[in-house]
């Protein structure tokens, strides 16, 4: 089998031997190879009037008919950079999720050829590797439709890896492997669900303005940063008061609802609520305790 490999000297791939050995194919697979080891944008030229993707295009096609050769050589696109790697895992979810009534025996030989990545070159598509490659876990273990409940087609070192990768904090939404595996899906799901990712937050009750700094910011540093630095960004914006204002809202509620509304002398409840779970650094307004 041929592979991107990651040369040892550098952080490029490189092919191993040749996929196609007709020269009808030879020119497609050079741009191909170069522009997934390149990363090249896919709307470039070929060199022959034809863009990237229309040569990846062809391959798919080619792949989905169950051309052998064209289905490896998707595996090895998959494993460069840039666009053309990302389209490509695109292209091999379909497959494997039977888009359009996709062939189950294309879709074994995809997922076979997805798992032995893994199994044959642990020291190059290890967890590093694919924790920017999702996809590539993706389709090496999940159950394919129509597959018996019980037929175990999964490799006990992808179950390991699938396993290893759940516990990043940050996952797509579809990230939630079974026992090392993955149900079988429709593309349509699986591609609504990978516009989402899913975070694991520490539960240290500021998690709700962790994600709403991380957020606002674009930045997934908010998820580690310490509680007082998310309360001096909360006190150089306008959130403060706007937190008292939610809070006096809620306590207006639940005079309607019960029928009663706490009073005090002085400062007003939803300062002192505040003051006592927010401004004191705890972040515990979303605790038994603060709300007692």
């Known amino acids: 089998m041929s592979i991107l490999i990651p040369h040892r000297s550098c952080s490029t791939l490189i092919p191993s031997s040749p996929l196609y050995d007709s020269d009808a194919h030879s020119h497609r697979l050079g741009v191909l190879?170069?522009?997934?080891?390149?990363?090249?944008?896919?709307h470039c030229d070929g060199g022959d009037g034809t863009t990237i993707?229309?040569?990846?295009?062809?391959?798919?096609?080619?792949?989905?008919?169950?051309?052998?050769?064209?289905?490896?050589?998707?595996?090895?696109?998959a494993l460069g950079k840039g666009e053309i790697a990302t389209?490509?895992?695109?292209?091999?979810?379909?497959?494997?999720?039977?888009?359009?009534?996709g062939a189950a025996n294309v879709a074994k030989k995809a997922r076979a050829q997805c798992q032995s990545l893994i199994t044959d070159f642990p020291q190059w598509i290890n967890n590093a590797f694919l924790q920017d490659r999702f996809a590539l876990l993706f389709i090496a273990g999940t159950h394919l439709k129509d597959e018996e409940p019980c037929t175990d087609n999964i490799p006990a070192l992808v179950k390991e890896k699938i396993m290893?990768?759940?516990?990043?904090?940050?996952?797509?939404?579809?990230?939630?492997?079974?026992?090392?595996?993955?149900?079988?899906?429709?593309?349509?799901t699986f591609n609504d669900n990978n516009r989402q990712l899913r975070y694991v937050l520490p539960e240290d009750g500021a998690c709700q303005f962790r994600a709403a700094l991380m957020l606002r910011d674009r930045n997934e540093n908010w998820l580690e940063v310490d509680k007082s630095v998310i309360l001096q960004e909360i006190k150089t914006t306008d959130w403060e008061p706007k937190i008292q204002m939610a809070i006096k809202n809620a306590i207006a509620n639940m005079g309607e609802v019960y029928g009663y509304s706490p009073v005090t002398d002085g400062e007003s409840v939803e300062a002192i609520i505040y003051n006592n779970t927010i401004a004191n650094g705890a972040f515990t307004l979303y605790s038994p305790l603060a709300v007692r």
């Open 53 to 77: 993707k229309q040569h990846l295009d062809s391959v798919y096609h080619r792949a989905k008919n169950n051309c052998c050769e064209s289905i490896e050589l998707l595996q090895n696109i």
């Open 164 to 188: 290893d990768l759940d516990r990043l904090p940050v996952k797509p939404k579809w990230y939630t492997p079974e026992q090392g595996t993955f149900d079988a899906v429709d593309y349509a």
């Open 87 to 101: 389209l490509t895992q695109d292209y091999l979810w379909r497959i494997v999720c039977q888009d359009d009534d």
């Open 33 to 42: 190879i170069s522009a997934a080891i390149e990363g090249t944008p896919l």
